[in-house]
Structures are given as C-alpha cells and as structure tokens.
C-alpha cells in the first residue's frame, strides 16, 4: 500500500528552528510536495522537490532523498503566522497525490 | 482574481437526501480535483478530472459522482448522502495532473445528520 508518515504535532519557540519529517512509501513517483494549512482555511502550496536536494525559498526549505524515501520541510526564524498544519504530498506513478495526515505546527512566544 | 470558489460555505443535510457542491475556476487549468479532509486522515481523493469532458476515480470515489460538461466547473454530487459523508470538502485545481502545484478552493463543511 501507500503510505505518508509525518509526526501529528510539534511544537516550537519563536524565533527559533523547526524541521518537520516526512516519509513516504508509493507506488512510483513523480515529486514531493508541501502545502500549509491554517486552521479552517484551504491548504496553500509551499514547496515541490522531484530532484534529490535542498530546495530554499524565503525562510522555508525543503530537502528530498528519494532513496530513502524521506523530506524534510525546514522553517526559520519562526513567527507566530506559522502556526499551521504543515501537508506532506507525493505524487504516484499515476501522477495522484498521495498525502500525509499533516503535521500540527504550535509557535510559544 | 477570484481563483476556485466553492458553494456551499457550509451545509446539513438530511441523510438520504441528495445534494451538489459546486465548484468553479478561472485559472484555465485542465485538471480539478475534489478532496475531503477528515480530522487525522488528511486530504482523500475523491473525484478528479484532467481534461474537461474526462472524470476519473480517486482513493474514495463510493457514493459521489461528478461531471465536466466544460473547463471552468466540476460539480460534485451524493446522491444518497450518509452520516459517513460528514466531512469538509476542498475542490481544487492545476495546470496539469499530478506533478504541478494544486490551487484550493476554500472547502465546503458538510454535516449530514
């Protein structure tokens, strides 16, 4: 089967460093996607990686190791606007996006 | 730019009872989606469509049908809703399927009681 394994909950300080895990297991694929989800509003689009690497945009980054099934989405000098549930998504052979439960994001002052 | 509205915001719904959530974009992408997001289980698949005229079936397709007479909507219908069909739905939209980024419409909160 297909799987995305990301932690339910995490919390940070801010102005500090988190690293949010995903690891995945799917039939094919075809990039590693991650969105940001605030609280009852719809996910918006972060990062996409398909090459192994860091990806670095503004404070976000974003790695991949295909051979090891396993990206990370890196957040610096966190503010409080950061709270969110952060999505992990892959997309299959079939080019469908598999996604992750999320990850629960809780910046303390 | 108003991107992908949905309608209904929310809605309770009579089991039994059919309804349609409606869906529309203005990005001229091909391809739309229709999700449901369940506390601890992420976004579901249920429908989607890469071209207009052309719907296939996602993770969770039972119990929801869809069309694409054109481009721009992709209205989603239960023709027969269940409790189990309480859920907040996002329709979404992209260039292409798969691998481009996707643009989210703001859900609709369905409650069928």
């Known amino acids: 089967g297909q799987n995305i394994d990301q932690p339910t909950e995490m919390t940070a300080t801010e102005g500090a460093i988190v690293q949010i895990n995903c690891t995945y297991q799917t039939s094919g694929f075809n990039g590693l996607f991650w969105y940001q989800q605030h609280a009852g509003e719809a996910p918006t689009f972060l990062s996409y990686?398909?090459l192994d690497g860091l990806e670095e945009k503004g404070r976000f980054s974003s790695f991949l190791s295909r051979s090891k099934g396993y990206s990370y989405l890196l957040l610096k000098e966190l503010q409080m606007k950061d709270s969110a549930s952060y999505l992990c998504?892959?997309?299959?052979?079939?080019?469908?996006?598999?996604w992750g439960a999320g990850t629960k994001l809780i910046i303390k002052p | 730019t108003a991107g992908i509205t949905q309608a209904p915001t929310s809605q309770i719904l009579a089991a039994g009872r059919s309804m349609t959530l409606r869906c529309t974009q203005d990005m001229r992408h091909n391809a739309m989606y229709w999700y449901r997001q369940d506390l601890g289980l992420g976004l579901r698949l249920i429908h989607y469509s890469n071209t207009a005229g052309t719907t296939g079936k996602g993770e969770v397709p039972d119990g929801y049908s869809v069309s694409r007479a054109n481009s721009d909507d992709v209205p989603l219908t239960l023709a027969s809703a269940v409790p189990s069909q309480t859920s907040v739905y996002f329709c979404?939209?992209?260039?292409?399927?798969?691998?481009?980024?996707?643009?989210f419409g703001p859900g609709t909160r369905l409650t069928v009681t």
């Open positions: 998504a892959v997309a299959d052979s079939n080019y469908q996006l598999i």
């Open positions: 979404a939209s992209s260039e292409g399927p798969g691998n481009h980024e996707q643009y």
């Open positions: 990686n398909v």
